[in-house]
């Protein structure tokens, strides 16, 4: 049997970039997956399909709370329980930390309702199933933004220090869930691909000389789920980044 076989994981966020990459590597594996995004209707169908058995697509807003529980039932009424969240889906703009100015109340708002209160509600509509599994686990993806003062803005990196912290006390308080966090570095993904200027001073700086990819943070995930001892753990994974700035 496959490694995975059995399980049942839920991606947000997956219709690209690191979410694709950790959906598709869990069904590699044998689990059944949910594909999901907020408005990438296509590509995450695309992908659902591509997989072929065990995966589906659904979409939802996960700042929205109905559509996060629709996003649970759906798993649910597919697959009949869930075993692995990944917390994937994100949002954020890219505004200097200098400029108060630019970073207006409404992409505040906007970057927290999607990065926690999204985060936060779907977590917490999935921990009663996840508890009724032999391994529930979840990965929330957060950033290397939420343990320095660095980021694509302030409100970006706020939000991201605050699901580390979450994921500290979920674990504290949720076991036997076992709750970890994966913070990369930049990533190149379809989102920072014209971000050239910022991709060129983490090779300038890291010592591991390039940005993250996507593949990086699907083996710090993997990692965290074979795991079976760890949890409340944020792992940081920049290239040796954080210890240069």
Not at 43 to 51: F, H, T, V, W
Not at 79 to 107: R, V
Not at 171 to 178: F, L, M, Q, T
Request: proline share 3%; hydrophobic share 45%; net charge negative.
């Amino acid at each position: 049997m496959a490694e995975f076989s059995g399980k049942v994981a839920l991606v947000t966020g997956s219709s690209s970039g690191i979410g694709e990459a950790i959906a598709r590597s869990l069904h590699a594996l044998g689990a059944s997956v949910v594909i999901n995004s907020s408005s990438s209707v296509e590509a995450g169908q695309q992908i659902a399909a591509s997989l072929g058995d065990n995966a589906i697509y659904v979409q939802a807003d996960i700042s929205d709370k109905v559509a996060g529980q629709h996003l649970i039932d759906e798993t649910l009424k597919h697959f009949g329980k869930l075993d692995i969240l990944i917390n994937n889906a994100g949002w954020t703009s890219l505004i200097a930390h200098h400029d108060l100015d630019a970073l207006t109340d409404e992409i505040f708002q906007k970057t927290f309702a999607v990065n926690v209160s999204g985060t936060w509600m779907l977590t917490k509509a999935a921990m009663p199933y996840l508890k009724k599994s032999d391994d529930g686990n979840v990965v929330t993806i957060t950033s290397i933004a939420g343990v320095r003062p660095v980021g694509s803005s302030i409100a970006y990196s706020m939000s991201k220090a605050a699901l580390n912290h979450m994921t500290l006390l979920l674990a504290k308080s949720c076991g036997p869930v076992r709750v970890n966090a994966v913070a990369p570095g930049l990533v190149e993904t379809p989102w920072t691909m014209d971000w050239e200027d910022q991709h060129a001073g983490v090779r300038a700086m890291a010592p591991l000389r390039r940005s993250a990819t996507p593949e990086d943070c699907v083996e710090a995930t993997l990692g965290l789920l074979r795991t079976k001892y760890a949890t409340g753990q944020v792992f940081v994974v920049d290239g040796g980044l954080t210890q240069r700035i």
